[in-house]
């Protein structure tokens, strides 16, 4: 093996990196640094220590509500979008990977086409209205299925290739109904694949603001990314306060990203180059 | 061998193809119906107006300005976007010390809600003291500090800023994925037989990250053409129309009530992106064959 080095050459490199990440990393300190400031201090957009640690911007975000509720309605529409995306997605990419016929790939390549055409807004407002889900965690429930469906599909194909058939018949379960193969070796099989897309899913909804923001007029229902908008814009004169709402909402996403990152970067880069 | 006897039932597929079905493409086949209706908050009666929506796109002359400016901000989001993405994995490459919290921290932007970026931005853009300005008045670069959002001439490159910020990590780690396929043993010898830095990169590692390339440029075009939270915080389209998108077009006539002019400029949209991932996914591979 090679010894590492320490030319003028890898000096450069650590430099430039080290750099690279100050422009990363101070705008991330800034607001945290600045959630603790009152409003004068705040809106000069030090980054030095307050000259008072003060959580009452803290205190003014919880207090108005919205965030608690956009983290209450979240959790539920990610929660019940997950479990609805997970086991769907599986179950079909089982099918469509393992018959391979022409009909099954041409379903996949209608999934395919989800991943790259936009939704359309006025539409689903439409449908869901006369479905009567308008406004409702069902309805966004069903509407993130239908959108994150796609991805999970792919995803899930893509891993199921790495699978051997041989595997299915392991057990010695010839002539057993397909779906206990399905539960009882293909699903545990699938296990890493399958946290991935859980993953993204839970970030693909606590960050979007387009589906929600146009399809939730009652405020009741509005997920987190949405009350941040509207707290914003109700109190956008202070920056103390915009920058603690700002950093209780992506909180739990930077814990889980610094948690899970193997399977959230593996996982996303397996998917875009198998395309 | 034996045979399996194993079935797969088509059934199987039905629970996920039917949530896609009906929430997803039965709503994007009605938007190509209600892009030639007069649909509105205003009445509750949809005539059809055949292709009146479209050649009101094309009168009011936003299409032709959303068009361009959407344009201009894919394209350039995608060229910098993959060099920054592609540099910062070669750097990466190197083994660098403190390599996996570089990687951490590099891809970290990418995780948060680009609307939340976008108000970020709208602080460090602020003209009297921003971090931007104050940082290169520090370093003696004052003569560059700009109204970033106000200054008509550079408001969109200030949006794109912002999306390089955001997503050259992202990038990068496609990149990374792409270099560990790259076999040592092949550069190695291409270094003991003479080559370069410069000659190993355009010989050899460039042309093998061909795949990685084709999935960051696609996926990066698709995604720009559909920017819309970023624009919507830092400027809303202004100063003027100088940076109005598609998809701030499309809202501020869905706020109006235009839902049918509305839905014709999302179907445009959509017929864009369709095009554009069409052609250029037959390019690039065709780029990847022949390497």
Same mark, same amino acid.
């Given at each position: ?43 000069? /957009? ?108 792919f995803l899930l194909t893509g891993y199921l290739k790495t699978l051997p058939r041989e595997l299915d018949e392991s057990a010695g379960l010839d002539g057993c109904r397909p779906i206990?193969? /399905? ?88 998917g875009a180059l198998k395309g | 061998m034996r045979r399996s006897f194993i079935r797969y039932p088509l059934v199987f597929i039905a629970p996920a193809f039917v949530i896609y079905l ?36 094309? !009168? $009011? ?25 592609? @540099? ?5 490459? $190197? ?7 570089? !990687? ?13 970026? =976008? ?8 003209? $009297? ?37 955001? @997503?050259? =990590? ?55 053409l559909k920017v819309f939270e970023t624009v919507l915080v830092l400027t809303n389209g202004g100063p003027g129309w100088v940076t109005e998108v598609f998809n701030t077009f499309i ?5 109006? =009530? ?29 780029? $990847?064959?022949?390497?």
């Open positions: 093996m090679k010894v590492r080095r320490f030319t003028a050459r890898r000096l450069v490199i650590e430099l430039i990196l080290f750099l690279l990440v100050l422009v990363v990393a101070i705008p991330f300190y800034m607001i945290v640094i600045d959630s603790f400031k009152n409003q004068r201090e705040a809106a000069q /957009f030090g980054l030095g220590f307050p000259t008072v640690v003060q959580i009452s911007n803290y205190v003014d975000v919880l207090q108005s509500g919205g965030i608690l509720v956009g983290y209450m309605n979240s959790v539920i529409v990610a929660g019940f979008s997950l479990a609805l995306v997970s086991m769907c997605a599986a179950l079909a990419a089982f099918s469509i990977q393992r018959n391979g016929t022409r009909l099954t790939n041409a379903i996949y390549y209608i999934f395919v086409v989800g991943l790259v055409i936009p939704v359309a807004i006025v539409p689903t407002i439409r449908l869901m209205m006369s479905l009567h889900v308008h406004n409702t965690y069902v309805g966004m429930i069903l509407f993130y299925s239908a959108v994150l469906l796609p991805f999970a599909v206990h193969v /399905f539960w009882a070796i293909i699903l545990p099989l699938m296990q890493p694949a399958l946290v991935t897309a859980c993953l993204l899913t839970i970030m693909t909804i606590w960050n979007d603001f387009l589906g929600p923001f146009y399809l939730l007029s009652d405020s009741s229902k509005w997920t987190v990314t949405v009350t941040v908008f509207a707290y914003i814009g109700k109190f956008n004169t202070n920056w103390g306060s915009v920058f603690a709402d700002i950093t209780i909402v992506i909180l739990p996403i930077l814990i889980l990203y610094f948690l899970l990152q193997r399977y959230i970067v593996e996982g996303m880069t397996a | 009906v929430f997803f493409i039965v709503p994007n086949i009605a938007g190509m119906y209600y892009s030639f209706t007069d649909l509105s908050t205003y009445s509750d009666k949809v005539t059809f107006i055949g292709f009146d929506n479209f050649a009101r796109l094309i !009168r $009011e002359g936003f299409l032709v300005t959303a068009i361009r400016n959407t344009f201009i901000y894919a394209v350039c989001v995608t060229v910098f976007v993959n060099i920054l993405g592609m @540099s910062l994995a070669l750097l990466l490459n $190197e083994a660098p010390v403190l390599g996996n919290v570089y !990687r951490t921290a590099f891809f970290t932007p990418y995780v948060i809600a680009p609307l939340i970026v =976008g108000y970020l931005f709208t602080a460090i853009y602020q003209p $009297e003291v921003g971090i931007l300005n104050r940082a290169l008045r520090s370093v003696g670069m004052g003569a560059l500090a700009a109204d970033w959002l106000n200054d008509p001439q550079i408001a969109l490159f200030s949006i794109i800023m912002t999306e390089l910020w955001r @997503s050259s =990590g992202f990038a990068m780690v496609i990149y990374l994925a792409g270099l560990k396929t790259i076999p040592r043993d092949l550069l190695d010898q291409a270094s003991v037989d003479g080559a370069g830095y410069m000659t190993r990169f355009r010989r050899i590692t460039f042309p093998l990250l061909a795949p990685s390339f084709t999935v960051t440029v696609l996926l990066m075009l698709i995604n720009s809202y501020r006539n869905f706020a109006r =009530g235009n839902w049918g002019y509305a839905t014709s400029a999302s179907l445009t949209l959509s017929i864009v992106i369709a095009v554009v991932a069409v052609v250029f996914l037959r390019l690039l591979r065709r780029r $990847e064959v022949e390497v």
